[in-house]
């Protein structure tokens, strides 16, 4: 499909997969491709296109490592008449350091991209190459660069300290938080369905793979799970979430460890796929759980801490009027929603059963003090509204040059 109006391309590149959408820049962007590019490095790599539906399987020459891939991607998004009409990119980047909203991608946003690597070598590596390579072929195009960490600028200086020597709070290691692309999405859903309540004081639960939840007071961010990286706050499908460091120092003396292979077993081999030591997927677990203890362990102690960290929140924040459930498991799963809120009447937050096991937009009964909201969260969306609204790409608006 062609666009009469200007368009924008959006980009979320991930350890193994990347996404993309095209959006037509009307007052409300409008999807006219969304697809992604699964399984990258480890084999039977596919392009998977929803809208319009195209299934590829990315040829062997391609798909053994990142690099090539985007080349085929590139290729293959050239080719579609959509794409004639893009007039500016927009990518999430996980990490921004200071920066507080998206930016402009400059060869000085860039130099400063490649300096700040250290904080996020999971991800930054793979969204410069993203950057990098459609600036190549298309060196026109307008970039923009939507970071994660931007939402939770706002928190308070004693949100952000971490409690080491201050030598190291000099060269930026605090607490940054992660996931704000989803949460700026979710707070301007709330706003749309109940402005008073989006000034209100407001829970934020994204429970994907990764997970992580929010506290938010008059709209803006106080405090959050995530830290100095995405490894820390709650515990998740293969990340450990908060250790205790001491740990560190024991598996070095007892086991030998390194660096490297702590960060690859806190990162990959640790979470509700460390604890049941067979799946990651909360849907797996869910499903095995009765006759796998282990299973049941690693579902309870993931409702456990989820609701620790709301009761964490609310004492934050002083009290709570907004609970919102986003992402994989907080979007599709009844079961963990109800375990996380059993208990929870003492602050307010009361499900009702029948509007929970559907996944309604509202969960909570009509007399509970908390409104207890699902919403599909949609970070594509929130990139593409980003670029439109930086560049004031739009109907009556023209990208400046
Ligand atoms: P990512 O962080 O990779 O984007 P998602 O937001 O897609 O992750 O969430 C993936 C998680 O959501 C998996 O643990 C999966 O099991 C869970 N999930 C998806 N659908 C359901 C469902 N219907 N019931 C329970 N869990 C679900």
């Known amino acids: 499909m062609k666009s009469g109006l200007p368009c924008v391309l959006t980009i979320n590149g991930g350890s193994s997969s990347i996404r993309f959408a095209i959006y037509e820049a009307g007052k409300t962007p409008r999807p006219l491709l969304d697809g992604k590019i699964d399984r990258i490095g480890l084999g039977e790599t596919n392009l998977v296109v929803t809208k319009p539906a195209v299934q590829l399987k990315v040829p062997r020459r391609y798909s053994a490592d990142h690099r090539s891939v985007v080349g085929f991607l590139l290729d293959w998004l050239e080719a579609q008449p959509v794409f004639a009409s893009v007039e500016a990119a927009g990518h999430r980047v996980v990490h921004g350091m200071k920066h507080s909203e998206p930016a402009r991608v400059t060869p000085k946003l860039l130099a400063e991209l490649h300096r700040i690597t250290p904080y996020d070598p999971e991800h930054l590596p ?167 203890v282990r299973a049941a362990q690693a579902v309870e102690l993931f409702c456990y801490q989820v609701k620790k960290w709301i009761g964490s929140f609310a004492a934050a924040l002083g009290g709570l009027e907004t609970l919102i459930f986003a992402a994989g498991i907080g979007e599709n799963a009844p079961l963990i929603r109800q375990r996380i809120c059993d208990g929870l009447g003492f602050l307010g937050v009361q499900l009702d059963r029948k509007r929970n096991a559907r996944n309604a937009p509202l969960i909570s009964t009509n007399g509970g003090r908390v409104k207890v909201r699902v919403i599909r969260t949609d970070e594509q969306l929130m990139i593409a509204r980003s670029v439109a609204r930086l560049l004031k790409i739009g109907p009556t608006q023209k990208v400046k040059p």
């Not at 979430?241 to 086991?255: F, H, K, S």
């Not at 640790?270 to 997927?281: A, E, F, M, P, Q």
């Open 126 to 292: 793979r969204e410069i190459s993203l950057i990098e390579a459609l600036k190549k072929r298309h060196p026109k195009l307008q970039q923009v660069a939507c970071f994660d960490t931007a939402f939770h600028r706002s928190m308070p200086p004693v949100a952000k300290l971490l409690p080491i020597p201050r030598r190291y709070t000099a060269k930026g290691v605090e607490r940054y938080g992660f996931h704000g692309l989803s949460y700026s999405y979710l707070m301007e859903e709330l706003k749309r369905l109940d402005p008073a309540a989006a000034q209100g004081r407001v829970i934020l639960a994204h429970l994907g793979n990764g997970a992580s939840l929010a506290a938010v007071r008059h709209a803006k961010s106080i405090d959050t799970s995530m830290g100095f990286t995405p490894t820390s706050g709650l515990v998740m499908s293969t990340r450990t979430g908060d250790l205790d460091p001491g740990l560190v120092y024991y598996l070095a003396r007892t086991e030998h460890m390194t660096a490297a292979q702590f960060q690859r077993m806190t990162n990959h081999e640790s979470g509700l796929l460390g604890i049941s030591g067979t799946s990651s997927d909360v849907r797996d677990l869910c499903a095995s759980e009765g006759a796998d």
